[in-house]
Nanobody
Framework: VQLQASGGGSAQAGDSLRLSCAAS????????MGWFRQAPGQDREFVAS???????YYSDSVKGRFTMSRDNAKNTIYLQMNNLKLEDTAFYYC??????????????????WGQGTLVTVSS
């Protein structure tokens, strides 16, 4: 599976951005897809994930502001980011894997990763 992320950029606090991640291959719907982010000097952290059937999960820091969705017909996932905050500044990575639900936030259980796309939020 190859993943290609896009949609990053600069925004002001309170603005919105939408990230996309296109996947290759015919087994897309079998994978749990995730978004992770990494700010300079920090570990990669879980943002959101979505199972093949559409159930989604979010970190507490983005819950209520970010919405993850997937279009299995287009092999694409999205991350709609609203009410952006300064602390949302990071490289955002999409990932694919088959983690158990209890471990869905663990980046080491995702097998495939896209390149990062930078989101910069300023005041």
């Amino acid at each position: 599976v190859q993943l290609q992320a896009s949609g990053g950029g600069s925004a002001q606090a309170g603005d919105s951005l939408r990230l996309s991640c296109a996947a290759s291959g015919s087994t897309f719907r079998m994978y749990t897809m995730g978004w992770f982010r990494q700010a300079p000097g920090q570990d990669r952290e879980f943002v959101a994930s979505i199972r093949g059937g559409g159930a989604s999960y979010y970190s507490d820091s983005v819950k209520g502001r970010f919405t993850m969705s997937r279009d299995n017909a287009k092999n694409t996932i999205y991350l709609q980011m609203n009410n952006l905050k300064l602390e949302d500044t990071a490289f955002y990575y999409c990932a694919a894997g088959t983690p158990a639900l209890s471990a869905i936030r663990r980046p080491n259980l995702y097998n495939y990763w896209g390149q990062g796309t930078l989101v910069t939020v300023s005041s």
